[in-house]
DNA sequence: CGCATATAAACCCAAGTAGTTAATTAACTA
DNA sequence: TAGTTAATTAACTACTTGGGTTTATATGCG
């Protein structure tokens, strides 16, 4: 039930369809059946993943003539990049435990994290 | 249908649970039941929401006597980082390269169909 | 052992998604 | 005006998902 914008960005990136999209888009203004061209799908289907970009605002389309131009946005993305970002130095640090880096930020704190009252047994 | 792993991991980031369940987790192991604590569901739909989340690689999880403790992992996340990176320059550049091929095809006149314009004097 | 706690598994249900083909709208062209 | 092309909408099927309950399993304790 993804109702804030960064879920129904997210969701709308997790098909690999809609990310070929956006990397042919990278290249330019398309219009729908060129960026069609390339999947084994048919116009319908595509027209349902632009509608789904569309929604998370990460493409724009115009008319022009007969042709409905497609334009990535780059709002969107920016959020997600700006998200994953807080986690850098997860995937950064080569820390085996998280618990060292626990320490670090309170550093008298000896039980684990969790609230509930356990103490470990080993 | 996403097969990859990136599908797999945006679908997995695409809910706003479970990226609540990774900013908690940032702050150090947890339990599944400290981890559920804050959120007005049953448990195993917070154990499903970790299940999700552990077929992405996005966490782990050890047995500690009767717990499950989860930890966060950082390389799917690192995978989203690097891919959103690719189009940095569509949020940065304020679209310039793309308005004038736009400017190219369509005279002054045309008029927008959507969406804020991204027209600007520069 | 027997009970309590922590978590997972199994099942149901409603809603959403991804694809299809067929029909429809919109705009150009002759 | 009719015909062609571009793209969307409609109607349908199949599958997935996120939630709920209920049941099962594993561990610790008295």
Known sequence: MPLDQLSTTLAAL???TR???LARLLMGE?????LAEPFDMSMPAVSKHL???ERAGLI??????QFRHCRIEG??????ATWAERY???WESRLDRLDTYLEQITPKNEKRHGRQ???KSR
């Open 14 to 16: 997790a098909d690999p």
């Open 19 to 21: 990310r070929a999209i």
């Open 30 to 34: 398309c219009s729908v059946t060129a």
């Open 51 to 53: 509608r789904v970009l």
């Open 60 to 65: 724009s389309r115009r008319r022009d003539a």
């Open 75 to 80: 709002a969107p993305l920016k959020d997600v």
């Open 88 to 90: 850098r130095h997860v």
């Open 117 to 119: 009252s356990h103490r």
